[in-house]
């Protein structure tokens, strides 16, 4: 009963608690259609697949400081639980809270490579296996209890699925298509624009949506990374614009032509609002946030959606400006004011410069892509000037 072990109770309950919500966080992460239709599109199911696992590690500190408190009562119980060689049950429980401490810890370190951090974030799957066998070996009551039992049981089987779907699966029955490198341009300094010709049937996309990069070569190898297309909808050709900073980017410049390219997608609702929406609109773009108004301003050249359209384009400096020399021929003929801000000059983006340069903010939609920091300071700072939250749709598919 639960007077007579609350603490032993209260650590069950959050294991449980736990071991089902980072269950949801392997099953958010599968990329299925099936979830979109229910959720949301991809940018959605993985916000919840980050928000589970955070969840599911409050919960499992829950789950060891309440055992860690009942274990003080009698030194053979701290002894069981915490001292090794007291069994498998508690050995598989040990090894799982190691590596899901290694995986957790990493995922606030940003300054990790994102190699070396996706390496590391695999280890929360055998992390979730020895988990179920903790599960599995240690627990008495889920085994009494069947609709418990039915519920934990099919949580951790549909997790484990999941996990080998998107580990070792997704590359081969994903939403493949070949693509070949035919052209790789510097803009600038610091961007590259990669070219691609279509290896067989092309990939039909709408403007602003991403997919997954995989480029055939040696010196970048095999690595899935994520990138907006910025192509028009109407060319089989297929583009994508790289920021040249972090060891894997700069490399980009480097492709051979020729070099084959595995593309899964698309995937992105941006341009669902987009489409919708017959109110004047504010583009939003920093820095590499640039890409998803490529494509709209291309798809604005071809099908022009003739309501007033103002592009604040955002960069620490000129020469971090891309829009004389390679915007300038996409803004062409379309109903697109762009405005250029430089954070050298005016410091970060902020709700005052966007008043001082388009009035009555209140009656247009916003459209933003950029950092986190700036996306949410400007959406805090809208809303208080009056902008509907509804109003300020933004594209986020950051995957750490």
């Given at each position: 009963m639960?007077?007579?072990?609350p603490?032993l109770?209260?650590?069950q309950?959050?294991?449980?608690i736990s071991?089902?919500?980072?269950s949801l966080?392997?099953i958010f992460a599968?990329r299925?259609s099936?979830?979109?239709?229910i959720?949301g599109?991809?940018e959605?199911?993985y916000?919840?697949h980050k928000v589970?696992?955070?969840?599911g590690s409050?919960?499992l500190?829950?789950?060891?400081?309440f055992?860690?408190?009942?274990?003080?009562s009698?030194?053979?119980?701290?002894?069981y639980?915490?001292i090794?060689g007291s069994?498998?049950?508690?050995?598989?429980?040990?090894?799982?809270?190691?590596?899901f401490v290694i995986?957790?810890?990493?995922?606030?370190?940003?300054?990790?490579p994102?190699h070396?951090?996706?390496f590391?974030?695999?280890?929360?799957?055998?992390?979730?296996?020895?988990a179920?066998?903790?599960?599995?070996?240690?627990?008495r009551?889920?085994k009494?209890?069947?609709p418990l039992?039915?519920?934990?049981?099919?949580?951790?089987?549909?997790a484990?699925?999941s996990?080998i779907?998107?580990?070792?699966?997704?590359?081969y029955?994903?939403?493949k298509?070949?693509?070949?490198v035919s052209?790789?341009?510097?803009?600038g300094?610091n961007?590259c624009?990669v070219?691609?010709?279509?290896?067989?049937?092309?990939m039909r996309?709408n403007p602003a949506q991403f997919?997954?990069?995989?480029?055939?070569s040696?010196?970048?190898?095999r690595?899935?990374?994520?990138?907006?297309?910025?192509s028009s909808?109407?060319?089989d050709?297929?583009?994508?614009?790289?920021?040249?900073?972090?060891?894997w980017?700069?490399k980009?410049?480097?492709?051979q032509?020729g070099?084959?390219v595995d593309v899964?997608g698309?995937?992105?609702i941006?341009w669902d609002?987009?489409?919708m929406?017959?109110q004047e609109q504010?583009w939003i773009?920093?820095?590499?946030?640039?890409?998803p108004?490529?494509?709209m301003?291309?798809?604005?050249?071809?099908?022009?959606?003739?309501t007033?359209k103002?592009?604040?384009?955002s960069t620490?400096s000129e020469e971090?400006d891309?829009s004389d020399?390679?915007?300038s021929?996409?803004?062409?003929?379309t109903n697109?004011?762009?405005?250029n801000?430089?954070?050298n000059r005016s410091?970060?983006?902020?709700?005052?410069f966007i008043?001082?340069?388009i009035?009555?903010l209140?009656?247009?939609v916003?459209?933003m892509c950029?950092s986190?920091?700036m996306v949410r300071?400007l959406?805090?700072?809208?809303?208080?000037?009056?902008?509907?939250?509804?109003n300020i749709?933004?594209e986020?598919?950051?995957?750490r």
């Amino acid at each position: 009963m639960f007077w007579n072990f609350p603490w032993l109770y209260l650590g069950q309950v959050t294991g449980l608690i736990s071991i089902t919500v980072f269950s949801l966080s392997f099953i958010f992460a599968t990329r299925l259609s099936l979830l979109w239709a229910i959720f949301g599109e991809l940018e959605y199911t993985y916000k919840i697949h980050k928000v589970a696992g955070i969840t599911g590690s409050v919960f499992l500190l829950l789950h060891i400081l309440f055992l860690f408190i009942h274990s003080l009562s009698k030194s053979f119980l701290f002894n069981y639980y915490w001292i090794p060689g007291s069994g498998w049950p508690m050995e598989f429980g040990r090894i799982s809270l190691a590596l899901f401490v290694i995986v957790v810890l990493t995922t606030y370190i940003k300054k990790i490579p994102y190699h070396i951090w996706k390496f590391i974030h695999y280890l929360s799957g055998p992390a979730f296996f020895f988990a179920v066998l903790h599960v599995i070996t240690v627990s008495r009551d889920i085994k009494s209890n069947a609709p418990l039992r039915y519920w934990i049981f099919g949580m951790m089987g549909a997790a484990i699925l999941s996990y080998i779907y998107i580990r070792f699966l997704y590359r081969y029955i994903g939403p493949k298509h070949k693509y070949v490198v035919s052209d790789v341009e510097m803009i600038g300094e610091n961007y590259c624009l990669v070219s691609m010709k279509p290896k067989g049937k092309s990939m039909r996309y709408n403007p602003a949506q991403f997919a997954f990069f995989s480029f055939q070569s040696s010196e970048l190898g095999r690595e899935v990374h994520p990138y907006t297309i910025t192509s028009s909808v109407d060319s089989d050709l297929l583009q994508i614009m790289c920021k040249t900073e972090g060891d894997w980017a700069r490399k980009m410049s480097s492709l051979q032509c020729g070099t084959v390219v595995d593309v899964w997608g698309p995937y992105g609702i941006f341009w669902d609002d987009y489409q919708m929406s017959r109110q004047e609109q504010i583009w939003i773009a920093g820095g590499i946030g640039v890409t998803p108004f490529i494509s709209m301003l291309e798809y604005e050249r071809t099908r022009p959606i003739r309501t007033k359209k103002w592009f604040v384009y955002s960069t620490m400096s000129e020469e971090d400006d891309v829009s004389d020399r390679f915007l300038s021929d996409h803004l062409q003929d379309t109903n697109v004011t762009l405005i250029n801000h430089y954070a050298n000059r005016s410091g970060y983006l902020n709700v005052e410069f966007i008043e001082k340069n388009i009035s009555n903010l209140k009656d247009k939609v916003f459209f933003m892509c950029g950092s986190t920091p700036m996306v949410r300071e400007l959406t805090r700072g809208l809303i208080e000037v009056g902008v509907p939250p509804n109003n300020i749709v933004h594209e986020d598919f950051s995957f750490r």
